[in-house]
């Protein structure tokens, strides 16, 4: 009953910025914490950054510094700004959300990943 789509994912050379954007959608009651994960080939998923529905945020160390998370409640939007890319950035990323839904128990959401390659 709840749908992230994600958007912004590019090839970008090291040094460069994307941002990313997540859009929840559907019969939302509540959206609690948002946040952003990425996957890179061979390895696990890792917590990139996360923001709770007060503002408050949490960032990966790899991410501190160079990325900035923040949200619009009103649009129940995340976004994730990345600058000082690096290849090791290279990643699907994933938007998630804890949320409510009309009707249903309280639930952790994820979107389909976007593709973000850092490349010279």
């Known amino acids: 009953q709840v749908q992230l789509v994600e958007s912004g994912g590019d090839l970008v050379q090291p040094g460069g910025s994307l941002r990313l954007s997540c859009a929840a959608s559907?019969?939302?009651?509540?959206?609690?914490?948002m946040g952003w994960y990425r996957q890179a080939p061979g390895k696990e998923r890792e917590l990139v950054a996360s923001?709770?529905?007060?503002?408050?945020?949490n960032y990966a160390d790899s991410a501190k510094g160079r990325f900035t998370i923040s949200r619009d409640n009103a649009k129940n939007t995340v976004y994730l700004q990345m600058n000082s890319l690096k290849p090791e950035d290279t990643a699907v990323y994933y938007c998630?959300?804890?949320?409510?839904?009309?009707?249903?128990?309280?639930?952790?959401?994820w979107g389909q990943g976007t593709q973000v390659t850092v490349s010279s």
């Open positions: 923001i709770s529905s007060g503002g408050g945020t």
């Open positions: 559907g019969s939302i009651l509540r959206v609690n914490t």
């Open positions: 998630t959300a804890v949320a409510t839904a009309d009707y249903d128990l309280t639930r952790r959401y």
